[in-house]
């Protein structure tokens, strides 16, 4: 007996997870609970099911990495560990960059001083650009201030919102549209899809049956 | 050999002459001389290995004074920490939702909850966890990571994210301490503490002089392909970058009492976050005894 035939996101969702969940039983019983299991993975709300909120905490969480490359870079010049970048400790990381052979129509060349003076002071201006009051020195509240996580457009916004996984599910599973996708919602659509995929109808999902439908 | 690597190697070199020539002079000595091959194999001339060659020198000569010194080892330590401290720092703080620099539980949770709730990997099974076994490890999880809390406040707050790498790498930074290597190269010549551009260029001239077969200047490829100095296969290099490591790292003596003949000494480890659970020794048909149980502190430990 087979459910609703699923749409395409809803199959390749649990194809992505079918495979792995095999490993607990080729039996759809077995399998069920662990492909729902990577699916509760995005309920991170604290709140049971999978709900907008859940797809709205992941892009915050998302965002927070967003923000740490130039942190990591201001702080990777940081040699005493003071929570300051002086230009001094900014120049003497960027030296050795600076020092590399450069390429040339002639071939490789060693940068004479002055090459190496300026690649290091330009490098070490990347790392400066966090000195917002020009006194050759990033704080520790202008390393603060670069935390501060980058806006964003409304439009790209909800691009990444709308491929949260968490968003997605909700979409086909949420039954009774109060944009809440419970784990029995969620569990009736993967067993729809199994039932689907199990083509001789003997309970158990084969690594053939699998590949038929991929 | 990424060029990161070839920096290594040459860099371990400089670092650890006289206590590694003690130790490992055998396989010091092959490293500098895979580091100086290298160098002459990606090159297509004796001028442009030179060139190759001499950047690694300025790469480390940081101190504005010519020639590698002391001073710019603990430089290029203090560089590497502060590398190392930054990108610890930057990991933490992907979990800082906020953008305040700090991290407190709330902001842990969903993170470990998307870690937690999902199936568990028992042996060569998967196991879905219940709500409430997902929620205890989401839980331990979290105070794991606020271990670092030194003031127990339950935030982690930037100075705490800072102390803690330090605290991991201190062992790495010994090595730059003057007293447990003094700075006597194998390639200071002179033995006067610095190892000065024409120094640093013995090595790799005595072997372009070995390479270049008709002194024309030029390596062909012949020239690289009938060289003496063939490059070790990757199994003999994968041991000599061992004794390397082993050369360089402090080494700690292990205090526990010698095992008896018939004993085993099994050991156990995880990747941080990971657990381990449902360890068995032995089976029904085959009883083990354990005899003593040894937990390490939460620094790794090469004892």
């Known amino acids: 007996m087979h459910a609703d035939v699923p749409g395409d996101d809803k199959m390749r969702m649990v194809l992505r997870w079918a495979d792995p969940a095999r490993m607990a039983g080729s039996r759809i019983d077995d399998t069920l609970p662990v492909i729902v299991a990577f699916m509760r993975a995005n309920d991170i709300d604290g709140v049971p099911g999978l709900s907008y909120d859940d797809a709205k905490m992941r892009v915050r969480m998302d965002n927070a990495s967003r923000s740490l490359e130039p942190i990591q870079r201001v702080l990777a010049s940081d040699l005493d560990g003071n929570l300051e970048v002086s230009r001094v400790e900014a120049e003497t990381v960027a030296s050795i960059a600076a020092s590399r052979p450069l390429q040339s129509a002639a071939g490789l060349v060693q940068p004479d001083q002055n090459q190496r003076a300026a690649l290091t002071r330009r490098l070490a201006d990347g790392v400066m650009e966090a000195d917002r009051d020009d006194d050759n020195v990033v704080s520790e509240s202008e390393i603060r201030a670069l935390a501060a996580h980058p806006a964003e457009d409304k439009e790209n916004s909800q691009k990444r919102f709308a491929s949260q996984e968490a968003a997605r599910i909700i979409a086909w599973a949420d039954a009774n549209g109060d944009g809440t996708a419970t784990f029995d919602e969620i569990s009736a659509n993967v067993r729809g899809v199994l039932d689907l995929i199990d083509s001789d109808d003997d309970g158990r999902i084969t690594r053939a049956e699998l590949q038929a439908v991929k | ?303």
């Open chain 2, 1 to 303: 050999m990424t060029g990161k690597h070839f920096l290594c190697a040459v860099f371990a070199l400089i670092a650890l002459p006289a206590m590694a020539q003690e130790t490992q002079p055998v396989e010091l000595l092959q490293a500098q001389q895979r580091a100086v091959i290298d160098t002459l194999v990606a090159s297509d001339t004796v001028s442009e290995a030179q060139i190759r060659w001499n950047s690694l020198l300025l790469a480390d000569d940081l101190d504005g004074i010519p020639g590698l010194s002391e001073r710019d080892l603990l430089i290029r330590g203090a560089i590497r920490d502060a590398r190392l401290r930054a990108g610890r720092v930057a990991q933490q703080l992907r979990f800082d939702l906020n953008g305040d620099l700090s991290i407190t539980r709330d902001e842990l949770l969903p993170f470990e909850r998307a870690s937690a709730m999902g199936p568990i990997r028992n042996g060569t099974r998967m196991i879905a966890p219940t709500d409430v076994q997902a929620e205890e490890i989401a839980r331990q999880m979290v105070e794991r990571r606020l271990l670092a809390d030194t003031s127990g406040d339950g935030i982690l707050t930037l100075q705490e994210l800072l102390a803690e790498p330090l605290k991991k790498y201190v062992a790495l930074s010994e090595l730059y301490d003057p007293s447990r290597a003094p700075f006597a190269s194998l390639l200071d010549g002179d033995g006067d503490g610095t190892v000065t551009e024409a120094e640093f260029m013995v090595p790799l001239l005595a072997a372009a002089d070995r390479m270049d077969t008709n002194g024309d200047g030029i390596i062909s490829l012949i020239e690289k392909q009938q060289r003496a100095d063939r490059p070790v296969p990757k199994t003999a290099r994968q041991k000599q970058d061992r004794a390397l490591m082993d050369a360089l790292m402090p080494r700690r003596v292990c205090d526990l009492a010698p095992k008896s003949a018939d004993a085993q000494v099994l050991v156990l480890g995880g990747y941080e976050g990971a657990a381990l659970s449902n360890i068995v020794f032995g089976s029904e048909e085959q009883p083990a005894y354990v005899v003593d149980l040894v937990i390490p502190s939460q620094q790794p430990s090469r004892a």
